[in-house]
């Protein structure tokens, strides 16, 4: 949990991050606004977790966090010292304590390198020279630890099923022992019974470790199992940040109240009886997103306001904070 | 959910099943051997009904589909038996099959962008199917394209039928596949992971446009989900499959409120659910699923089953019958919560 007397091991202000468009000659350029100023503070062993449906900019925002792509405004601050200001070397120097798993975990593993080659690489690139025997050592230990037996060090990924590669995702991620392990999506495409065998893993590394998580995912289940505080995005703006129980039981959104709503239960008497907000349309475009509120166009109670007024995050408590005109009276509205 | 748990009058008249499936095995003949995906799947599905089909990546919940439809690729081949309204579907003739496939049966798919033919627009691949089963003349096709495209909620539906599906968004292709699937008026929709590639909000809406449309038309639904929230909310019986058998079947109550066979209940458990209480770690299954190339020879989910016997691994245990409706494939008499 976050303590509020430690300082911040990350802290992003206003980031933005905008990919231009193709567009005739002459036309005016435009750009698709993925992210677009966001900002948050990450404490050392806490997890963020970013909801949002596709097209919200979340797995954006991971990557634009870890400067794997460029932003195009805002500062994205890392103990101190903000990342905009380093050179190249400085920065490849800070990666070994920021890491990154994928959703499609074969995907994300060299076909033709062996597990243990696989796990070994970060070491190849931040401790050369290593002695061999060392690095084997480290690399058993780091399989071991996300649960891999050591004897399969010298199998190819294509001999392990879903989960276990996600497990050799997990280990090359941790084998250097960062302090932030940004997750997209990292059970999505995997079977519920080994789904959580993957979130077990990640809560119980994190604890170890004191490794502190970006969890990014469009299950709000799931999300709601690892994460100690949850954002939820829309077009590329936060529409909601708060800590876990309170965004879950007191949401004040539209857009997160609508998100909660139409997760379905497993239990047929409370689905059937589950009273739903209802959203209406789909997600606009980002390159040409609505004037003021950007989630009007879908919000059941949006008044005239939200179409002249960008919503800024207001605060709800100290630690919630929210971006709607009528946040107050929202949950009223929304279940009448 | 605008579903009710209580059966309207046509859900319980007592006429004969719709579909009898009987002992289905459907084998693939791979370079590294025969891969048997369903071994011996029995089930009926009465008029109105919704079923749904439960299980994770390879327990053969997909395959049953295919196998029903006729939709099977070269290399797979279905023996037992499928009856639709009294008629065997396999072996049957690809003309005749095809007077009854997209007419008195329609399929929905998870992927609408790789269902649908981007050449054509929605309009043409809507009257196809009218203009190919029915015969309408075309004038006539399109202004029903139109009010099927009005009664799945799309909006401007005359603007869309001459657009192409790559300038709709996911969910309103989706919306478009469900209008083709009921174009018909089929007696039997079969809808395989339909919401699995969709945003949450919008998966919420189409479920309860398939439930709408079932309380309008009457249709059967068999929906194959790996999602057990989607089952809870709309399905009036549950099959939970594992390596290519039911291992539980019963009404939807019974099985997540009782559940009786060990995967089932170890299913439920293992999923994170807005509801629970957050205590502790979340309960896994240990192990993988089953490799359907080799199977063990007793109980598929014996090597993960934590109430394994020696019985267990020695003969596949059969699907019997526990209550009125309600059977499962366990040597466990008694499964206490």
């Known amino acids: 949990m976050p303590l509020s007397s430690s300082a911040p091991l990350l802290s992003v202000r206003d ?31 806490e997890t963020l977790g970013i909801v949002g449906e596709s097209g919200c900019g979340k797995s954006t925002l991971g990557r634009a966090v870890l400067k794997l792509i460029p932003s195009s405004a805002g500062k994205v ?45 970060p070491l190849d690139t931040f401790e050369p020279g290593m002695a061999e025997t060392d690095k084997r050592a480290r690399v058993v230990e780091a399989m071991e630890r996300v649960g891999l037996p050591s004897h399969l060090i010298n199998r190819y990924p294509h001999e392990f099923s879903g989960g276990q590669c996600q497990r050799i995702g997990i280990a090359r991620a941790l084998i250097l022992k960062p302090k932030l392990l940004v997750c997209d999506e990292p059970v999505s495409a995997l079977d519920v019974s080994i789904q959580a065998q993957i979130i077990n893993l990640l809560k119980r590394l994190q604890t170890e470790e004191n490794l502190a998580l970006i969890f990014i995912s469009h299950n709000l289940s799931v999300v709601r199992r690892i994460s100690d505080r949850v954002m939820v ?43 739903r907000v209802a959203l209406t349309g789909d997600l606009p475009s980002p390159i040409n997103p609505p004037s003021g509120c950007v989630f009007r166009t879908r919000c059941p109670i949006t008044v005239e306001k939200c179409r002249d007024t960008v919503p800024m995050l207001e605060p709800v408590t100290g630690s919630h904070t929210v971006s709607c005109h009528r946040w107050r009276e929202a949950i009223e509205l929304l279940m009448e | 959910m605008t579903v009710s748990q209580e059966l309207p009058a046509w859900k319980t008249g007592h006429q004969g099943p719709l579909l009898i499936v009987d ?18 799947v029995s089930f009926e599905v009465s008029k109105g009904e919704t079923i749904g089909i439960v299980g994770e990546s390879g327990s053969g919940k997909s395959q049953v589909l295919m196998s029903i439809m006729g939709l099977l690729p070269h290399n797979g081949s279905s023996t037992g038996s499928v009856q639709f309204d009294g008629k065997e579907l396999l072996g049957m003739p690809r003309d005749q099959l095809n007077k009854i496939r997209g007419t008195r049966m329609a399929m929905i798919f998870q992927d609408p962008m790789t269902a649908l033919n981007p050449y054509l627009t929605v309009g043409q691949q809507l009257t196809e199917v009218l203009t190919y089963h029915l015969s309408t003349n075309p004038a006539m096709a399109r202004e029903q394209a139109r009010e099927v495209l009005e009664q799945v909620h799309i909006p401007e539906p005359g603007k869309r039928l001459g657009m192409y599906p790559h300038e709709l968004s996911g969910g309103m292709r989706q919306r478009v596949m469900i209008a083709m699937g009921m174009l018909c008026r089929p007696d039997l929709l079969i809808a395989d992971e339909p919401t699995t590639a969709l945003d949450v909000t919008i998966q919420a809406e189409i479920l309860d446009l398939l439930a709408e449309q079932q309380a309008v038309t009457g249709t059967s639904i068999i929906l194959v989900t790996h999602d057990l929230g989607v089952v809870a909310g709309l399905c009036d019986r549950v099959m939970v499959m594992y390596g290519g058998r039911i291992v539980e079947q019963g009404p939807v109550r019974d099985i997540f409120y009782n559940p009786q066979h060990p995967y089932t209940r170890a299913l439920l458990m293992s999923m994170p659910r807005l509801d629970d209480d957050l205590a502790g770690d979340l309960p896994t299954i240990a192990g993988q699923p089953p490799n359907l190339a080799h199977m063990p020879p007793g109980c598929a989910f ?11 691994r020695l003969a ?5 019958e526990i209550a009125p409706g309600r059977a499962k494939a366990c040597t466990l008499d008694r499964l206490v919560a």
């Open chain 1, 77 to 121: 601050v890392w103990l101190g010292k903000p990342l905009e200001d380093s050179s190249k070397t400085e920065l490849r120097g800070l990666r070994r304590e920021m890491q990154i798993i994928f959703q499609d975990p074969l995907a994300a593993l060299d076909p033709r390198m062996t597990v243990g080659a696989i796990v070994a690489e």
């Open chain 1, 233 to 275: 995005l829309y077009l590329g703006k936060i529409a909601e940040l708060a800590e876990r129980d309170e965004i879950y039981r007191n949401p004040r959104h539209p857009y997160t109240q609508a998100l909660l709503s139409a997760v379905p239960i497993a239990d047929p008497d409370k689905e059937r009886a589950k009273k």
């Open chain 1, 15 to 45: 980031l933005k991050v905008h990919f231009p468009v193709k567009s005739d000659l002459f036309a005016e350029k435009r750009v698709v606004k993925a992210v677009d100023g966001v900002s948050f503070d990450l404490y050392p062993g």
């Open chain 2, 23 to 40: 002992q289905l095995v459907t084998r693939f003949a791979t370079p590294d051997g025969t891969v048997s995906a369903v071994n011996g």
């Open chain 2, 302 to 312: 014996a090597p993960r089953c934590s109430f394994v016997s020696e019985q267990c």
């Open chain 2, 316 to 320: 596949v245990p059969p699907l019997r």
